[in-house]
Nanobody
């Protein structure tokens, strides 16, 4: 069983930055695929960035602005978000799965462990 706990969300003006964290607990040693996803009101959950097997993927809308990274010693996943835009406003979730591919999948259906989410609001 894996527990994921996100933090770091908040309200920021356009052009600002936030860094999200996702602490993982439980049987995490076999997890190979991690991702950040987001869901705005009335919209489907969409991928932001994924990481696995030393490979990262980003959706086009965040390339050059967001960076996904890990601190394996601290069992923590990060998402550094710079140059934030109002359209980045959403609930952000981290997700994980034991199985990964190269590149790590961007589709939410691949992931079977999810955090509770952290809200990001850009005005």
């Amino acid at each position: 069983h894996v527990q994921l706990v996100e933090s770091g969300g908040g309200s920021v003006q356009a052009g600002g930055s936030l860094k999200l964290s996702c602490e993982s607990r439980g049987h995490i040693s076999s997890i190979n695929c991690w991702g950040w996803f987001r869901q705005a009101p009335g919209k489907q959950r969409e991928a932001v960035a994924t990481i696995g097997d030393r490979t990262t993927t980003y959706v086009d809308s965040v390339k050059g602005r967001f960076t996904i990274s890990q601190d394996k010693a601290k069992n923590t996943l990060f998402l550094q978000m710079n140059s934030l835009k109002p359209e980045d406003t959403a609930m952000y979730y981290c997700a994980a799965h034991f199985v990964c591919f190269r590149p790590p999948p961007l589709h939410p259906s691949h992931y079977n462990a999810w955090g509770q989410g952290t809200q990001v609001t850009v005005s």
